[in-house]
């Protein structure tokens, strides 16, 4: 049984449709890389599965629990049980970095302040920070920005991790020991990871799998090596950064092949 699946999930946003029968499978421990254009519903697929959003046909499901049936308790705990990393890691910026790291302890634990404190501390040394927790986020850079929220991620000790466009905004120095937190959360934590990019570079570093969104639908998906070296003409084009190719020619076929 898959970790996370998304069945024939369908979403319009004022007569656009941005998921069209998607379907995505990713298993327990693997790390699973979309790719895709700005605007192609990346992020929009991640906040399904967190049921942020809702699909207006399909299904999504979280350890064979189907998210939309649960309710109160049971979608507290799914909520506790999924570590979110948004794009430009959306800390609360009137809140310290410990405040951020633990809110979700705070708001939805009965765990004492010393333990959250606790915890609050090892999770930001998982992501190499230390004595940090009196500092505002506006003290910090984007990388260190970056590591706070993936740190608040893991402070509820999530099966599930979502990355939404990890490497964005940052230099590819900080963008490298991102990619290399991510490889090393996994191993150390044991997390299920969807990770959302446009950054081939840190796609081939940290897929497991990589899965191309394209038109409301997964068009093709592979290892990294399949991925690189495809025939696909829609991921090729993509994954090269070529200007002219079928998506830019706006085809309508599209051709499903990882070879």
């Not at 999930?9 to 499978?25: C, T, Y």
């Not at 609050?120 to 004595?131: D, M, P």
């Not at 996994?186 to 840190?202: A, F, G, P, Q």
Request: proline share 3%.
């Amino acid at each position: 049984m898959p970790m996370i699946e998304l069945i024939d999930v369908s979403k319009n946003f004022n007569g656009r449709q941005v998921l069209d029968h998607m379907s995505l499978n990713v298993e327990e421990g693997e790390t699973k890389v979309i790719i895709g254009r700005s605007g192609v519903g990346k992020s929009v697929t991640l906040k399904h599965i967190v049921r942020l959003f809702e699909p207006d046909a399909g299904i999504v499901k979280v350890e064979g629990r189907n998210v939309l049936s649960l309710r109160g308790k049971e979608l507290n705990e799914l909520h506790m049980q999924i570590g979110m990393v948004f794009q430009g890691g959306a800390l609360f910026d009137s809140m310290t970095v410990g405040e951020n790291v633990g809110f979700l302890l705070r708001e939805h634990t009965t765990f004492s302040t010393t333990e959250i404190e606790r915890r609050v501390k090892e999770s930001l040394a998982l992501v190499g920070l230390y004595n940090i927790e009196s500092y505002l986020p506006s003290d910090l850079s984007g990388g260190m920005k970056k590591r706070v929220a993936l740190a608040r991620a893991i402070c509820t000790k999530p099966k599930i991790i979502l990355y939404d466009e990890p490497t964005t905004g940052v230099d590819p120095i900080t963008a490298d020991a991102i990619n290399l937190l991510i490889d090393e959360l996994h191993d150390k934590l044991k997390v299920t990871s969807i990770v959302v990019t446009h950054d081939m570079r840190s796609a081939y570093k940290v897929a497991d799998r990589i899965a191309m969104l394209y038109d409301g639908k997964i068009i093709a998906e592979g290892t990294p090596d399949e991925i690189r070296y495809t025939h696909n003409p829609y991921v090729h084009q993509f994954i090269t950064g070529a200007a002219h190719g079928p998506i830019t020619e706006g085809q309508s076929s599209i051709v499903k092949n990882t070879d």
